[in-house]
């Protein structure tokens, strides 16, 4: 992943920059735990975040908003990349705020040759501001759990 540090944009925010999750575990790792706390149907743990950005298999990407934690998935029959924005942590709740990152992410997507860039929510308010910026949706995952016995 290209490290953008000291480059610009042109709408005027800071650009995240490539950051080792060692240097900012701190502050990072309190972000993930309200992540979790928020949507218990997550599996991972602050620690896999953590393990996962050392060993480079995802990357975290720091600014003064927050931050995000970012992997590349490839389709295993077409072999299409996919930008996965698998977490995206604002420290002002509720601004839609990675959107406005939108260009920047897709740039990033573009450099890592990928087809596609994709996030998730749970939050249901989102939908129609991402919707309104170019995004679609593409799948709704439904649960239910097995009853035991």
Known sequence: MEDTEGKSTTNGFI????TDIRSTWNIVKPGIESILADNPSLTFIPEDVYSDCVNETAFLFTS?????????????YTKDKTLYMWIAYTYKKGGHEWLAHQDWIEGLARKSDCKYIEAQSHVPELEPYAIAKGWHTDTRIYRRTVKSG
């Open 15 to 18: 650009e995240p920059v490539l």
């Open 64 to 76: 003064p908003i927050g931050f995000l934690v970012l992997t590349i998935d490839i389709d295993r």
